[in-house]
Nanobody, 118 residues
């Protein structure tokens, strides 16, 4: 059984920074690529960033150049560093992971709220 637990959300002023963390516990060898999604009220969930087991990253255009996803395999943790935050970044951010060689987001965390005030 794999569990993902996010932390690091909160309230920040526009232009500020936050670092989200996602700790993986359980059968860590059942994890492949990992990613962050977000969902704002009344909007569809959107992919923010992904990182493969080998470290290849991908970002949504809306956060490119402002966010960095990284993973520390020794700590079984994935991070999302967010800089120059905007009010439109306000959302619940959820950590997710694929199974090795998988293509679907199989495991999900409970989410952490990020609120950016103007």
């Amino acid at each position: 059984q794999v569990q993902l637990v996010e932390s690091g959300g909160g309230l920040v002023q526009a232009g500020g920074s936050l670092r989200l963390s996602c700790a993986v516990s359980g059968s860590i060898f059942s994890i492949g690529a990992m990613g962050w999604f977000r969902q704002a009220p009344g909007k569809q969930r959107e992919l923010v960033a992904t990182i493969s087991s080998g470290g290849t990253t991908m970002y949504a255009d809306s956060v490119k150049d402002r966010c960095t996803i990284s993973r520390d395999n020794t700590k079984n943790t994935v991070y999302l560093q967010m800089n120059s935050l905007k009010p439109e970044d306000t959302a619940v951010y959820s950590c997710t992971a694929q199974r090795p060689l998988g293509t679907t987001w199989f495991y999900w965390g409970q989410g952490t709220q990020v609120t950016v005030s103007s």
